[in-house]
């Protein structure tokens, strides 16, 4: 199946500071992107969906400006924290669509987990 | 409002039976189906998928049954093995009309312990 790699795989971080999640897929063009959240025993809630080259669409109740996300090609989005504060802390997973599959599968990435001192 | 439910946390199976995971929904304009496997702390990995105009796709020891009228579907892992345990999540994609149609909503999951 298709490869998506994330880095890093866990950050730890003071609050205040951003940090930046990258999403690559390794072996097909991305067209479409998705950022996801989990909390703890919880679904997958999706936070964004990117698509190369434009402004990516945000869900309900996620912050743009919190959650910033740049799909600078086919093969790569990032996400950033910005002023990240405890209560981000959590497991961001990506996922990418528009492989040999025809985009209607998402191949996910391994996740990042992200704490906030 | 939950539109795709897996209503059990978690499921028990002995090495070599059969796995029977479900799944419900209510959105009727859902027209794709997944199943992903989970282990903690890693992102989810695709096992299989089914169209709405299907009711039966096949992939090994991995089957996954579509009941368009009772809104359902399962998964069935025969035989099971104790790698198989992990988080089991169901997804459907669709269920809006325009452009947002390629989300995907996901249960909560179901924990799949195969013993020994």
């Known amino acids: 199946g298709a490869v998506v790699s994330q880095h890093p795989s866990r950050v730890i971080c003071k609050s205040g500071t951003s940090v930046k999640i990258e999403c690559r897929s390794l072996?097909?063009?991305?067209?479409?992107m998705f950022w996801y959240r989990q909390f703890p025993k919880q679904s997958l809630m999706l936070m964004a969906t990117?698509?190369?080259?434009?402004?990516?669409?945000?869900e309900q109740g996620v912050e743009k400006d919190k959650f910033l996300i740049n799909h600078a090609s086919l093969t790569l989005s990032t996400l950033t924290v910005t002023s990240a504060h405890p209560e981000d802390s959590s497991f961001y997973i990506c996922s990418a669509t528009g492989g040999a599959g025809g985009g209607e599968t998402q191949y996910f990435g391994p996740g990042t987990r992200l704490l906030v001192l | 409002d939950q539109q795709v439910k897996q209503n059990s946390p978690s499921l028990s199976v002995q090495e070599g039976r059969i796995s029977i995971l479900n799944c419900d929904y209510t959105n009727s304009m859902f027209d794709y189906f997944l199943w992903y496997k989970k282990y903690p702390a890693e992102g989810p990995t695709f096992l299989i998928s089914i169209s709405s105009i299907k009711d039966k796709n096949e992939d090994g020891r991995f089957t996954v049954f579509l009941n368009k009228s009772a809104k359902h579907l399962s998964l069935h892992i025969v035989p099971s093995q104790p790698g198989d345990s992990a988080v089991y999540f169901c997804a459907a994609k669709g269920g809006t009309s325009g452009g947002s149609n390629y989300k995907l909503t996901f249960g909560k999951g179901t924990l799949l312990t195969v013993n020994p």
């Open positions: 072996d097909f063009q991305a067209t479409t």
């Open positions: 990117s698509n190369e080259g434009s402004k990516a669409t945000y």
